[in-house]
């Protein structure tokens, strides 16, 4: 017979009577639970507590928010447990257990779901954490901060009324700081507090402790679906996931007079990856004073000058957890009278140079092996590396110095609130969004925005690691700017800033500079290079770029790339003399009309492809001809016409005339792409003409051209079959009439962008050396989406999760990659060793890169920009598969 | 050891000494060739020769025009057989061979392949000739004859030099007809044909007939890639073939004298169907004659008179060949000096009338099943029986009368040349196509005028049946009517008419009128309705129709659809004030105020769906959703848009943005189909309300009303599940709203048209409860073709044989029909009973029909008037299917 089925497990201890999880379970305990688990097991001073698991969290969210019915009897022997281990009980007017009630998924989300701390006191527990503490302000303190976050987080009470109390108190007592409000004070306002929470709750602050932990648990569990979680995954492209683990601890405090204090810390620096201890600390504070950024931190090594034991066993504990976890970890702290917790670890947010240099020192080490040391770099957080940084040169106007939190340099207007800032973005300006500091309301703005400014607030605030998960430039704790949110303006150092008003923040130094300031291309590091030898060793797909121009070829090859995978020839005819020819050529009405123009383009052309051949030469550039519809280059306007008709001589009305005749309802659907080439074959002869000079040119200079010919936007085999023969009637053409008799080795294969192309790879590739999937103009026609008209739409499909994420940013796997993998699958089925590539813009995003690897592409092609990216992104892949 | 793989026979003979082929080998020796095996064989009276087949003459193209080496042996030794068999010999001057030779290509291409008659004359056979037929003048006429037409067909020599000559030598001997003209001027007629020759190919005629044989042999090959050859495959849609046969046959001769004669005979009316025996023949005439038009030739019933032997034997023949191919024949036959010979039989092409009425017949007669009469009805052809026919009360102001060649009813103005026709009807004109008789040269401009008109030919003449093979009305031998090709004009009874005449032909009468007469819908024979009786009894496909007004809905009834499979709302926001309520609707900028607009709408659309309901009692409806881009109902003209912002009382302004804002690039890919009803969720709720309370309406009326409601343009099925999540939560609200308590069974679907949806189909499928193929748009996507731009280069490409027809008048069954197959059996993996359908226009195709019964779809819809082509397509796929 079958066993019965087990129940689910809903909830796992961890403390020293027993600790069910591990690091490994993740997905069930969230981040923080599992490493709560993990830490506990390795012999942390954790203080002890559960965690209800992520299954749960979807099996309340799928019931319409029902508390599954074993839940809270669940709950109950938990704490049991926990009040036998900490010798504390709930509500106890001795010994009363406090507990932190907080969220943690198996993605790390910053700042998006709601905290509950000093869950457990009531008006009996809070006698007795004085009696306990020996400390009456410190109980009332941790009573009117739960009643303050209870109301705030769980029932959902503004936190300005409960400022506005806080206010009148001390205002009532003339205290400034609220540390200095003394007992008496703090009694009235924990009335006060209660009277708001009923007030705006109308149900008085509840006295059991269990039902506090209930409702808590409820507020974690609903705040999975608040908008602005949603909006995190959406932009940080977070799917999957069953939703938010809970974890109950109990609570331990920093802020128990000036023995006790509360930091976070990195085990090396996240901004620049330095094997330096790094971190900051409060005296006599919670852990969320830190995180906040309402007080300004000491630096974590100032901590040896105050308790250099705890700070001794905070650094073995530091060595210890690289050690365990073989990657930097994010840890908080908290001291309770000389008594040192660990409160949390997790694998540290590091800019993308520091992820470089700690994965190669880590090697050094001997902590990591080659391949695990790759995997530890997010490839698009090479970004940062690559990005521009200020021209040293340059004057800068400092205007004041705040954190360097988040490095890179940004130049934009100001913008004072998150919609603003997303607003003017999407109209196309580069705003910097400048906050006093910002709370998870603000990262659909912060997203949007090229950099982020705030006035208070320390190298952990939201701000800073929320920019740095990015890689967007940020200036922190800029304390000397005032904002007036109102008015829409900045005070600093005597100007007044608008915002119309340019401002420079670099995010490596924390200066905030006036004006526009001049950028400039990074340099790379040593590591850096280690890691793209380490890259090269272990990939498996080529690297190529889209270059159109020998500058852009050089570039690329600077940044590694082996060949041009996509050279468009367009972009070719708009300079001085070249489109007055195009457009000759296009006004043309007959066919030897046209092939005179076209002798013209031809020198242009020709001397193109000499550049970009000997830029790389040794390398295979693939050669698409001309894709984009002719009326593109024409002018449009009345006045453009006039002139282009007076030097051509002729009518306006026949530029006219010919514009409209060009006319298309959906150009992209319209006389493009090879269709150009069957219609005006004497188009195609003269490109491959000029590609095949080039190539002789250079053979004979003993430089080493390798062109490849792309027969763009073909969807059935006897276009390509037809375009094919003309391609090669011309190259044995060229070749006879320059009587170059050696070797022309000249491949002609076809994109992939057309749905029918894909269905139908067996017999195109019977006509094609190779095929390169262009995905841009794929996903258009998979999805039936315009990529210039997609913003009337795609913000809806987003917001709404119908999509999971724009899908010209990274490839659709289920639909469009479908496609590609059963073009590559039919292709080879026709030529076994057919070379696949893509050129689509997917080849520079890392997904897209693992999916392009595990269909079996050859080769990635994209800016070259992104090269490196692309060559660290084929490498995780390669490792990854491999594993 | 394996055989030696034997050598393929290129000749196949057939005489009263063995004979090699049959019916079945259309294929390789083309439909005359197997026609001639297949005669001889059933012991007619057909003249002796061979067929060369058609991989011969691909042998032959494909190696660039060489004659293959052993081929030359092998028709030596099929000549040999038949100087054996007839006793004659070539260029034997007492008894010599004559022969024709003749195209034959697998399926019939009228007029379309060059002919050679009389071959093997030369000086001294003519002489033979003349001495075997004691008689000077044939044996000349003969040789010129053969000059003539080897010099014009075989050597490229214009026929108009010939034809010259021919008249100055008539001029001069004072003689009209071709017949009056006596040996001697003849004899000087063949000199000076001679000499025509001689001038126009710089050689002699050559008087070895084995090299005259081998040039016509070449002449045919050739023929099959002339410019008219492979226009008239691709109007016709003929592809797949080899090449022509040719066929060598010994000559017998009309034109022995007055005891001869030629005709051309159908054994039933080809414009009727009646079961009479029709044709026409020739006293002392070569086939040709008849063809050709130049004489008008006699009613085959007037031979019993003439002939009352041959007659009978002639009558014999034909009940042979019916009851022998069990289909009406079209035989040519000529009566050489009292004796019969059949030289021709084929199927005979037929009006779709006629068709219907001869399977109906036969059925009767026991000649055919069932489902062999259904097979014998070319589907496409019963548009000429619901085409419109003139108005019997309209008065008809009747030029003349020629010969009801074609039937049907056709308005144009006037044009003399194929070119103009074809330009004219391009750029949208309607224009009936005059010429004194047509050739093949003209087919293209045949193809593009609406009727034809000639003044010289008879029933069989070139004009007559290539116009009843496409239904086209067409009226011969219009013999009153003089045309004037150079000024353009037409002469009839004193008056004149140019190209700006409108006039009207009546193909069933012969009439010719001038002016616009009015048509009128068919009547519908009884025939017609037991052939859409037997049908409807052996198609396994559902026939729908495409309808959005209760008029159409009620035709489509009376034409036998079993529901709409698509009734569009858009058409619905156009007339009146609604077009108003729509437009206040788009220009809304907030959602309640588009609520108030849509509001005003609601009780026209829930009119118009009571309407449709109600017209489609007891059968589905399956109403889409608001498919076009919003810009499409707004004003793009200044006035308009002025006139529109008067009355909405807005700004001139306003509108003009609004307008600018919706402008899209591609609108084709862009914010239209779900992508509205996602953004603007209160246009799906006001058009599903409307739907739902239109069929309470009707409910409550006891009216069977069944509508589906189909989500267009689905590309994801989380957008789908999105959408009909609100669509059933709409129902429910319309249900509550009116206290409805009765059943309400609402299917909800969606449209299969994105490539994306048909790929993910086993994900979609699980949100709907059927599928309707939408191949219009899934044809644009898939091929990358805009069908509003694609005239810009289909062209070409048709031109160019890159695609074998338009992939939007016939479904491309290797590239879209590969996704509907995938879409089909994806939904199916989900949905096991997933109703499948197809909506886009090819649902009245034949060939997609059958596409779509071999794919297992459950129904087509088509427009209401190609519903009885869709029943018969649907039972002809069936029965074939199941054969």
Redesign the interface.
């Known amino acids: 017979m079958a066993k019965r089925a087990k129940k689910p497990k809903r909830i796992y201890y961890f403390g020293a009577l027993k600790t069910e999880g591990n690091k490994e379970m993740r997905e069930l305990l969230g981040g923080k639970g599992a490493n709560l688990a993990e830490m506990t097991s390795i012999g942390l001073p954790v203080p002890p507590g559960f965690t209800i698991t992520t299954r749960t969290c979807a099996e309340y969210n799928d019931s319409g928010c029902r508390f599954p019915k074993e839940l809270a009897k669940e709950i109950g022997a938990n704490v049991t447990q926990l009040q036998r281990e900490t010798g504390k009980t709930f509500g106890s007017a001795d010994n009363p257990l406090l507990v932190s009630v907080r969220s943690g998924a198996a993605v790390s989300m910053p700042g998006m779901m709601d905290t509950v701390l000093n869950l457990g006191l009531n008006d009996k527990a809070c006698e007795g954490l004085a009696k306990l503490s020996g400390n009456h302000r410190f109980a009332l303190d941790a009573y009117r901060r739960l009643i303050n976050m209870f109301g705030d987080v769980v029932m959902g009470v503004d936190h300005h009324h409960f400022e506005g109390e806080f206010d009148r108190i001390k205002k009532k007592y003339r205290v400034q700081e609220d540390t200095d409000l003394d007992a008496r004070g703090l009694a009235e306002l924990v009335e006060a507090y209660k009277k708001v929470y009923h007030k705006y709750t109308q149900e008085a602050f509840p006295q059991d402790p269990m039902l506090q932990l209930e409702k808590a648990i409820r507020a974690v569990f609903d705040s999975w679906n608040a908008p602005r979680a949603i909006a995190y995954r959406q932009i940080n492209e977070i799917t999957g996931l069953l939703g938010t683990a809970v974890n109950v601890q109990t609570m331990v405090f920093g802020n128990m007079g000036d023995d006790s204090g509360t930091g976070v810390a990195f085990t090396r620096d996240p901004s620049t990856g330095k094997n330096d201890f790094y971190g900051e600390f409060l005296i006599n504070a919670q852990g969320e004073d830190v995180v906040a950024g309402i007080r300004t931190p000491q630096h974590v090594s100032q901590m040896k000058g105050w308790k250099p034991k705890v700070y001794k066993q905070l650094i073995g504990i530091k060595n210890k957890l690289e050690k365990h976890y073989k990657d930097v970890q994010d840890l908080e702290f908290t001291i309770e009278r000389d008594k040192l917790y660990i409160l949390q670890t997790r694998n540290g947010k590091r800019t993308g140079a520091a992820a470089v240099k700690i994965a190669c020192d880590m090697v050094k080490e001997k902590l990591l092996s080659e391949k695990e040391a790759i995997l530890r770099v997010p490839a698009n957080d090479l970004t940062q590396l690559l990005l521009p940084s200020f021209d040293p040169k340059a004057k800068r106007n400092v205007l004041t110095r705040g954190l360097p939190a988040s490095p890179g340099a940004a130049v934009g207007c100001l913008a004072f609130t998150a919609e603003d800032a997303t607003d003017r973005a999407h109209a196309g300006e580069q705003v910097i969004l400048v906050r006093k500091e910002t709370s998870p309301e603000d990262v659909e703005g912060m997203h949007a925005a090229v950099g982020i400014l705030t006035s208070t607030g320390g190298m952990t605030s939201h701000a800073a690691v929320v920019a740095r998960g990015w890689g967007k430039p940020c200036v922190c704790g800029a304390g000397e700017i005032h904002i007036d949110e109102k008015k829409q303006t900045i005070a600093v150092q005597g100007r007044k800033l608008t915002s119309r008003d340019t401002i420079s923040i670099d995010g490596s130094t924390g200066e905030v500079m006036s004006g526009n300031i001049a950028t400039r291309t990074p340099k790379l590091s040593g590591d850096f290079s280690t890691l793209m030898k380490w890259s090269d060793k272990y990939r498996r797909l080529g690297i190529r770029t889209n270059a159109d121009t020998p500058e852009d070829a050089k570039r690329a090859r600077g940044f590694g790339a082996e060949g041009i995978g996509l050279c468009r020839t367009e972009h070719m005819f708009f300079e001085g003399e070249r489109i007055l020819a195009m457009r000759e050529m296009i006004l043309a009405n007959t066919e030897t009309d046209r092939r005179a123009a076209l002798k013209k383009l031809l020198p242009y052309q020709r001397r193109d492809f000499i550049g970009i051949f000997t830029a790389m030469k040794g390398y295979p550039v693939t050669v698409r001809l001309l894709d984009p519809p002719l009326h593109e280059f024409l002018p449009h306007d009345e006045k453009s016409q006039k002139e282009l008709a007076r030097r051509l001589a002729i009518k306006t009305a026949e530029v006219k005339n010919r514009v409209s005749q060009l006319h298309?309802?959906?150009?992209?659907?319209?006389?493009r792409g090879c269709?150009l080439a069957?219609?005006y074959p004497e188009i195609l002869e003269m490109q491959v003409t000029a590609i095949v000079e080039a190539m002789i040119t250079c053979k004979k200079k003993k430089i080493d051209a390798r062109p490849e010919i792309m027969i763009p936007?073909v969807?059935?085999d006897?276009?390509l079959a037809?375009l094919r023969g003309r391609t090669l009637e011309t190259i044995a053409a060229v070749r006879k009439a320059k009587k170059y008799t050696g070797k022309l080795h000249v491949p002609v294969g076809t994109m992939i962008?057309?749905?029918?192309a894909a269905?139908?790879a067996n017999?195109v590739a019977r006509h094609a050396d190779f095929f390169s999937f262009g995905t841009n103009?794929l996903t258009?026609?998979?999805?039936?989406?315009?990529r210039?008209?997609i913003n009337?739409?795609l913000p809806?499909?987003l917001e709404?999760?119908?999509?999971p994420k724009d899908p010209f940013q990274s490839l659709?796997p289920?639909?469009?990659g479908?496609?590609v993998e059963l073009g590559v699958r039919l292709g080879r089925e026709t030529t076994r060793q057919l070379k696949c590539g893509i050129c689509g813009e997917h080849g520079g995003d890392p997904a897209s890169i693992s999916f392009c690897n595990g269909v079996g592409l050859d080769y990635v092609s994209c800016s070259p920009f992104r090269v490196p990216i692309a060559r660290l992104a084929a490498a995780q892949a390669a490792v990854t598969n491999s594993a």
Chains 1, 2 share one sequence.
């Open positions: 298309e309802m959906n150009p992209m659907l319209g006389h269709r069957v219609t936007l969807g059935t006897t276009e037809t962008e057309i749905p029918r269905i139908t017999q103009d258009q026609m998979t999805f039936g989406y315009s210039d008209d009337t739409f809806d499909y709404q999760e119908i999509l659709d289920e639909g469009v479908q496609l």
